[in-house]
Nanobody
């Protein structure tokens, strides 16, 4: 069975950095797009970043562009989210997601992804 497990969430002060990891198992996702979403308390889940296979295709939400970087280690079946210059409004549970169809392009839409992790908590204090 496909499983995605996030890690790296923590409590950090505004301006700090964190690196989230998402380890996938049950399938090799080198030919599948993967992404990150987040859900703040009392709000709906929103898109953060996405990246496809090793073609360089990436997308970022305007709110994180220039501060967050998504990367993938295809050999390790792992996707990362490097978060710099964190703000209190970045506080949320961060979810890793993967698509279910090979060679589909990365997407900002939640409905485009078939597999989801349990989430990891990121809290930014000011």
């Amino acid at each position: 069975q496909v499983q995605l497990v996030e890690s790296g969430g923590d409590l950090v002060q505004a301006g700090g950095s964190l690196r989230l990891s998402c380890a996938a198992s049950g399938r090799t996702f080198s030919n599948y797009a993967m992404g990150w979403f987040r859900q703040a308390p009392g709000k709906e889940r929103e898109f953060v970043a996405a990246r496809g296979w090793s073609d360089g295709s990436t997308y970022y939400a305007d709110s994180v562009k220039g501060r967050f970087t998504i990367s993938r280690d295809y050999a390790k079946n792992t996707v990362y989210l490097q978060m710099n210059s964190l703000k209190p409004e970045d506080t949320a549970v961060y979810y890793c997601a993967a698509m279910g169809s090979r060679w589909s392009p990365p997407s900002t839409r939640e409905a485009s992804y078939d597999y989801w992790g349990q989430g990891t908590q990121v809290t930014v204090s000011s």
